[in-house]
């Protein structure tokens, strides 16, 4: 396993994603791009809102994105939007009162599709059809609108399936996020902080749950039964699941504020003891490490 860090100014940090040649960085101070070749970071908003902090809680990138694509941030109000690779950018509220967007995905067909969900603190999932360009909100069936993770299906374009974390509980959509119904869990209501799909969940229907007071859950029939997994003790605010080098399944977890990994095995193994505030994944069989200091750092796998 080898690291490396990027360095960034102290300032929380909320979400992670990567592109072929940078990572962007979503923290409490606006959105950060972190060349590959260089590690230095740039504030995206500084032509947009240059004396103005715009906390970021989530950031999404159009499939395939490089230099020049587009970027959907998730904002206090709705989302900011750019179609240039952040070097402009375009505020788009959603209805009043203006909702916590904590969460963002792009439908896999984005390019040609246009579909974008978001899920908001409070005010439940807004849907977009136009790129990003406009938002209208699909809580029918959705009884609970406090939605803190969404997953879209790797076939979203052929399956129509979602699936979105609440304060209580998991609900699925099996047609694009117009419609939501509730799962069952195993006690009961519970919170749902974070949600992963198996890379190959068109063949083995596995979904990952992270619930805030009772661990990790694990699915094998699209979220119809959950089973309890073994993970350390602790709240689980994020899960990744991705294939590592050898081509087997890995899990990666945050749990309170320390990172875990497991394989095959079902052993987890610490690799970061503190200061974790964001678990993702990496390209090339990576994971994507944000810190309490603001710097990413990169495990590979």
């Keep these: 396993m080898s690291e ?27 959105l950060y791009r972190h060349k590959r070749e260089d590690g230095v970071g740039r504030n995206l908003y ?26 959907v941030a998730g904002i206090n109000g709705g989302v900011a939007r750019s179609i240039d ?15 916590l967007v904590t ?26 059809e136009d790129g990003g360009r406009s938002w209208r909100a699909f809580n029918f069936g959705l009884f609970d609108h406090n939605v803190f993770c969404l997953a879209l299906s790797p076939r979203f374009a052929e399956d129509k399936l979602a699936f979105v974390g609440t304060s209580s509980g998991i609900y699925r959509s ?5 419609f939501w119904r509730d799962l069952p869990m195993p006690r009961g209501d519970e919170t749902v902080l974070s949600l992963a799909l198996s890379p190959q969940y068109n063949i083995d229907s596995t979904v990952f749950a992270g619930a805030e007071a009772h661990g990790l859950l694990r699915s094998s029939d699209g979220g119809a039964s959950w089973q309890r997994l073994n993970a350390p003790a602790g709240e689980l605010n994020a899960v990744v699941a991705l294939t590592a080098a050898d081509g087997n399944l890995r899990l990666a977890a ?5 990172a875990y990994v497991s394989g095959d095995d079902g052993v987890w193994r610490e690799i970061a003891a503190a200061d974790v505030h964001v678990v993702a994944a990496g390209r090339n069989e990576s994971l994507l490490l944000g810190l309490a200091d603001g710097s990413v750092r990169r495990v590979t796998l």
């Design 4 to 30: 490396r860090d990027h360095t960034v100014a102290a300032d929380r940090t909320h979400a992670v994603v990567e592109s072929m040649s940078a990572l962007y960085v979503a923290r409490q101070s606006g």
């Design 46 to 71: 500084q032509s947009w809102q240059p004396d103005q902090a715009v906390a970021t809680m989530a950031v999404a990138l159009s499939p395939d994105y490089d230099a020049d694509g587009i970027i």
């Design 85 to 99: 690779g952040g070097e402009h950018w375009e505020a788009l509220p959603f209805r009043s009162p203006p909702p």
């Design 103 to 128: 969460c963002l995905a792009l439908s896999p067909s984005f390019t040609t599709d246009g579909i974008a969900l978001a899920g908001a603190f409070e005010d439940g999932v807004f849907r977009s």
């Design 174 to 178: 099996e047609n694009g996020g117009r």
């Design 254 to 258: 945050q749990i309170d504020e320390s």
